[in-house]
Every structure is written in C-alpha cells, then in structure tokens.
C-alpha cells in the first residue's frame, strides 16, 4: 500500500510518496494551477509546433486536465487556481485539484488500475476544525476514479488522516522515513512552528510534542505577487499581467539580484518594486507573529517551513537565533506527513 503525504496549498502541490516501510520516496512540488485540457490542433503536431507531447493528462469526472503551470502555459491553457481565503473547503475547484494532485501522485512511479493508498493531508491553522475536517473527509469516502495518459486509474483510501500543517513540520523532525524516531530531544522540548505558505502563516506552539498555542493569519507571498501585480499595471496601463505568470517567473529568477517580467517583446524590471512588496509583508508578518509569542526567547527552536519562509528566510534570522530553516521548506510539510501515515502504519501492526 502506498502511503502519501499530500499537501495542497494556495501557491503550490506538494506531496511524497512511500511505502508501508518507508523504504522509497518520490516528492514533488508545482504551482497550484490547473487547466481543462484541448488537445493541439493536428496540422501543429504535425508540424512539430506543440509544446505539449511531454505534459501529462489526466481524466477525472468526465473531463480531461493538466496540472501545474508550466504544463498550463505548455498547452495553452486557462489557468484555475483553488485559492480563496474565505473557505476553500467549498469550492468545487479546490476538490477537483486535490484529487487530481493525488491522482498525480499516486501514479508518478507508472502505477496505474487500482491502488489502495494511504493518505495523509494537510490543512492550514484555520481549517484544523472538526466541520471543516468533515468537509474533507466526505470527499474520500468512495475511491477515487479517474486515468492518467488514458490509462485507468482507481484509489481506494484505506487510512485517512488530516492533521494541521505546523504539526507534519514537527513529524518531519522528529521522523525519520522509516517512521522512527530521528530526533528524542524534541520529546522534552518546548519549540515553535511557523509555517509560511502562500496565503497562510500558520504558527504553534509544542510543548514534549503536544500542541500548545495555535494561530493563523491570512498572509504570504500571495500579497507579494498581488502588490506588484497593482505595481506593474498602475505605471504600464497596457500590461496585463497574469500572476500565476508572474510567480513562475519570479521563482525561475529565485536568488538573482536584478528581478524581470517578461511581457511580450518588453522586459520590465521590477527588482524596487519586488523589495518593497517583500518588505511591506514582512513588516506585517513580523508583527503578527511577535503579537501572538512575544517571547521568543523561550523556545528551543523556532521552525520555519514553507516558500515564504524560504523566501524570508533571511528576516526570520535576524529576527531570532532559534530560527532552522527546515530542509527544503516547501516540501517538507508533504514528507512530515508521508513519514506520519508510515509512523501510524507500523503503530497498527504492532
């Protein structure tokens, strides 16, 4: 049985994938961005004009889709995005995009017909709720169907667990893959979580493991991109810029010191106005966490995962020395998660 750790955000998909044991792992992460399928016109295939030929399709409740935005832009898709800060458990979008990340992942070693999978999901701060929790888990009550490239897919949920983002960062930690403890000093310590997500910051305290102080505030990179987005627009009226655009741009120049936007023939360049967005937010931010844990002196260590606190990394330094960037931020969420489900695994063996 395959165990998954999927984490579906507001800015990206990320999940890892492993076996009962632990013993393999496969992780991946793309933008949250969807689009309904149109196959290429015949005479561009022909042609060898389509950008297409390498993107994977995938079929669910009668209509075909391709997931993430390079294969969006691959295809030329219209982008859907789940993301809505007032209650993303309603939207059909959101379901849709979910299943179909685990469609993805449970077929990325070229697995296909049935599987029973074992899954674990994350969910923001505000979500850890038991009727927003029931939402959720009555999507998975019937497997779910669908096909890959055209080849039949069908997962069977055999174990269900949802549990708060902040705590799979914690697993992550004190996990190793094989679902055994990794580190025991986290057993007696008194540590913060802060999970920086696209449009959440998510924050708890634990004390010996248990969940202490939890909050959440709507705020992330997404405010970024939404400031410059205003920014580019107000002083150029004719550009019309795509922010899932905007954001794959900006992660493909991640760590330069000049920022760009390419629009059309035209190369904007936005280093000021990226630099001022980033500080606003972080402003904001710094604020809300020292609001809620105003002494931060007093934790052994203060976690920090997801892409705004990759890409914040540096202000959450100086902000504290019990600051640890978690190993690959964004995906650690998906994999604190994947060694949880193997963890509970061998628990009910015995």
């Known amino acids: 049985m395959k165990v998954i ?10 999940f890892a994938v492993s076996n009962e044991v632990g013993a393999s792992s496969i992780e991946d992460s793309y933008q949250s961005v969807f689009a309904e399928y149109v196959p290429p016109l015949a005479e561009h295939a022909a042609l060898g004009l389509s950008k297409a030929a390498d993107v994977h399709v995938f079929s669910f409740g009668g209509r075909d889709y391709v997931l993430g935005y390079e294969a969006v832009r691959a295809t030329g898709g219209t982008p859907i995005s789940a993301y809505d800060r007032e209650d993303r458990l309603r939207l059909d ?6 299943k179909l990340a685990l469609l993805d992942a449970a077929t990325r070693d070229g697995s296909h017909d049935v599987m029973d999978i074992s899954l674990v999901l994350g969910v ?19 497997p779910i169907v669908g ?9 069977s949920i055999k174990y269900l667990k949802i549990i708060s983002q902040p705590i799979a960062v914690l697993m992550d930690q004190y996990l190793t893959t094989e679902g055994y403890v990794a580190d025991k000093t986290l057993e007696s310590a008194k540590v913060l979580v802060i999970d920086a997500g696209s449009g959440t910051l998510d924050m708890t305290e634990f004390n010996d493991l248990a969940m202490g ?12 991109y939404r400031q410059i987005v205003a920014n580019i627009q107000r002083e150029n009226p004719k550009v019309r810029v795509n922010v899932h655009d905007l954001e794959y741009q900006l992660r493909n120049q991640d760590g330069q010191l000049r920022l760009e936007f390419e629009y059309g023939a035209s190369m904007l360049d936005i280093t000021t106005i990226t630099r001022l967005a980033m500080e606003r937010v972080w402003t904001q931010m710094e604020q809300f966490v020292t609001a809620r844990y105003p002494d931060r002196t007093m934790y052994k260590q203060i976690f920090v995962a997801g892409g705004t606190g990759q890409a914040f990394a540096d202000r959450f330094r ?11 931020p964004q995906l650690s969420i998906a994999r604190g998660m994947a060694k949880f489900g193997v963890w509970k695994t061998r628990e009910s063996r015995g």
């Open 124 to 142: 923001p701060v505000e979500d850890f709720q038991r009727d927003k929790l029931s939402v959720l888990e009555r999507w998975f009550t019937e």
């Open 147 to 155: 096909a890959k490239n055209g080849q039949s897919v069908i997962l």
């Open 318 to 328: 100086a902000w504290s020395e019990a600051f640890e960037l978690v190993r690959d």
């Open 93 to 98: 979008t959101f379901q849709t995009l979910t």
């Open 5 to 14: 750790g999927l984490d579906v955000g507001n800015g990206s998909v990320c």
């Open 213 to 224: 102080a939890r909050f959440g505030e709507a705020i992330g990179m997404n405010d970024v």
